[in-house]
């Protein structure tokens, strides 16, 4: 028998055993009516989730980092200039990539545990001509989430393009990518959408289509050319198979049922959920007497969450326990060692929120520190009442 265990790290996530059944379909052509019907629903049920009419959304096989490439990658020219609103690791992932393509990065660095401020956004603006702004919505090291709506209501006016790494909100927390403005949105397949680790995600809109085509050097990637994939996607929308790559059929199979389940919850319930379980989960943490990242409430993200060890835990030691029933996953970047992250989105539920409460009471407890359980439990109580 498998054993029984709760995986709450920041993706991948718990799948759904519809998706996960999904998966295990046996293998159509990716040219059959079938898989072409299946493919195009998914890219119409992609436009639904972030609330777009017009952006093309565009799935490929690959994880985050390859939607963070295809993101850029078509947009920019050697020496453009891009701004990255870093708030935390992926942040500075973002510049690393863009400084590896040829652009000229300014890094708008926000002390870990805090959030970009839209009105330092507006004045970079107005100080130098930039191509694109960059910004994390959620950053997986920190569970801090920007305010996207503020800082795309700023950027909107500019010529500058928005590009936001949606890898740990999408799904999870609202991003309605006409009405706020987001100019190209990526995320990956193993967090809040739910499917299994392989796909890479990336919706440009209109605006940011037209920038792709008045590039003036040839993009510096094959794969990941929007030349090469526009076309693949929009025939499969009109319900006639493409070819450029073999599309991972499977996994897309597998998103066409995880997008079911969302769309059949209602996106806006989805947001809910995870809106309260985030709260549940933070102030169970906040009556054990632990700090989370973010400095302010209202920084913190309701699809994960980073908690400070309280003096004397050992971070390896904490989690080994733990992981007898829960898997969390340790720090990242220079919080490595001195928090745990606690994903909870997908089709995370009450259930899995109290377990994880509990088993990190008891875990603790069982280290010499006895916090008060009982009472993190009632408090997430109160917040779950209200699902
Ligand atoms: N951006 C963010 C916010 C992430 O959390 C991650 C992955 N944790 C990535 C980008 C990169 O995604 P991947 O690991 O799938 O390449």
């Given at each position: ?17 519809s998706v996960l059944r999904a998966l295990s379909t046996p293998t159509p052509s ?273 699809t994960m969450t980073a908690v400070h060890y309280p003096e004397g835990v050992e ?12 898997i969390v996953a340790g720090g990242l970047g220079g919080l490595k060692g001195q ?49």
């Amino acid at each position: 028998m498998t054993e029984r265990k709760l995986l709450m790290i920041p993706g991948p996530i718990n799948f759904d055993p519809s998706v996960l059944r999904a998966l295990s379909t046996p293998t159509p052509s990716m040219l059959s009516p079938s898989f072409t019907k299946a493919f195009g629903e998914t890219l119409t049920d992609l436009r639904k989730l972030v609330f777009t009419e017009k952006a093309q959304p565009i799935v490929v096989a690959g994880s985050g980092t390859l939607a963070m490439d295809i993101a850029v990658l078509n947009l920019i020219d050697e020496g453009d200039c891009v701004l990255v609103a870093d708030i935390g690791f992926f942040g500075e992932r973002y510049a690393e990539i863009l400084t590896g393509y040829g652009a000229k990065v300014d890094i708008l660095k926000n002390k870990w545990g805090t959030i970009a401020d839209p009105e330092e956004i507006r004045k970079r603006l107005g100080e130098k001509n930039y191509k694109l702004v960059t910004v994390t919505h959620v950053d997986t090291s920190t569970g801090c989430r920007n305010d996207v709506k503020e800082i795309a209501s700023v950027v909107k006016d500019s010529e500058t393009l928005l590009v936001v790494d949606g890898v740990c909100a999408t799904a999870g927390e609202p991003e309605m990518m006409d009405k706020w403005g987001i100019d190209v949105l990526l995320t990956a397949s193993q967090k809040a959408i739910g499917v299994p680790p392989g796909l890479a995600l990336v919706w440009f809109n209109e605006r940011a289509l037209e920038v792709s085509t008045e590039r003036r050097s040839p993009i510096r990637s094959y794969f990941a050319s929007l030349d090469k994939w526009l076309p693949v996607m929009r025939s499969y929308e009109r319900g006639e198979p493409g070819y450029f790559g073999t599309p991972p059929v499977n996994l897309i199979l597998a998103l066409r049922q995880s997008l079911k389940l969302i769309l059949e919850e209602r996106v806006e319930n989805v947001f809910r959920r995870h809106r309260l379980i985030g709260e549940a989960f933070r102030s169970a943490m906040q009556a054990l007497g632990l700090k989370i990242v973010p400095m302010d409430e209202s920084y913190a993200a309701n699809t994960m969450t980073a908690v400070h060890y309280p003096e004397g835990v050992e971070d390896r030691k904490f989690r080994e326990v733990l992981a007898q029933n829960v898997i969390v996953a340790g720090g990242l970047g220079g919080l490595k060692g001195q928090t745990f992250r606690v994903g909870h989105m997908g089709r995370v539920n009450s259930n899995d929120i109290l377990a994880t409460i509990g088993q990190i009471g008891i875990t603790f407890k069982s280290l010499g520190i006895d916090l008060d359980t009982g009472t993190a439990l009632a408090e997430a109580q109160q917040v779950l009442e209200r699902l």
